[in-house]
């Protein structure tokens, strides 16, 4: 298998990483696990403590980012061009709002240290919840992207 050109992107090695396209370019790969998913209002804040508390293990764990965030232009004006909205891909209720959230890691690998380091923690341990999850898991979209641009100022 050989190298794969990206026209103006640089290109892919063998064992899937982004390189450079020049050498003056400073390209640093990240790897992200993203989530959209919709949360009832009324137990939003409850999210937002269970959210809290999973962005600092994360990061204890060696995540380089954590971020959720709250919709709050759900109807964006593209000016004609046809999308699909956040609501619409987390078929949100009237009474619920859409939650984006993801985690930054050094790369797929790393991301799996680090979700593995999470996953054992005995504050992960469903036995250990006092009460049920803020959101309905089945409704939550979820997915690793590995980087083919990435700007930092």
Same mark, same amino acid.
Request: negative net charge.
């Given at each position: 298998?050989?190298?794969?050109? =990206?026209?103006? =992107?640089?290109?892919?090695?063998?064992?899937?990483?982004?390189? *450079?396209?020049? *050498?003056? /370019?400073? /390209?640093?790969?990240?790897? %992200? #696990?993203?989530?959209?998913? *919709?949360?009832?209002?009324?137990?939003?804040?409850?999210?937002?403590?269970?959210?809290?508390?999973?962005?600092?293990?994360?990061?204890?764990?060696?995540?380089?980012?954590?971020? &959720?965030?709250?919709?709050? #232009?759900?109807? *964006?004006?593209?000016?004609?061009?046809?999308?699909?909205?956040?609501?619409? =891909?987390?078929?949100?209720? #009237?009474? &619920?709002? %859409?939650? !984006?959230?993801?985690?930054? !890691?050094?790369?797929? &690998?790393?991301?799996? &240290?680090?979700?593995?380091? %999470?996953?054992?923690?005995?504050?992960?341990?469903?036995? $250990?919840?006092?009460?049920?999850?803020? !959101?309905? $898991?089945?409704?939550?979209?979820?997915?690793?992207?590995?980087?083919?641009?990435?700007?930092?100022?």
């Amino acid at each position: 298998m050989g190298l794969v050109r =990206l026209k103006y =992107l640089g290109k892919t090695g063998l064992n899937g990483t982004f390189m *450079p396209c020049c *050498p003056l /370019c400073v /390209c640093m790969e990240r790897y %992200v #696990d993203g989530f959209v998913l *919709p949360v009832p209002n009324e137990k939003l804040d409850t999210y937002r403590e269970m959210a809290a508390e999973g962005g600092k293990m994360w990061i204890e764990h060696g995540a380089l980012e954590y971020f &959720e965030g709250i919709g709050d #232009d759900m109807e *964006p004006d593209m000016d004609g061009m046809p999308i699909q909205t956040f609501p619409q =891909l987390a078929e949100t209720r #009237d009474d &619920e709002s %859409v939650v !984006f959230a993801f985690v930054v !890691f050094e790369s797929r &690998e790393h991301r799996d &240290e680090v979700n593995a380091k %999470v996953m054992d923690n005995p504050a992960m341990d469903p036995d $250990s919840f006092d009460e049920e999850m803020p !959101f309905d $898991s089945e409704r939550m979209a979820y997915g690793g992207f590995r980087s083919i641009v990435s700007r930092e100022n």
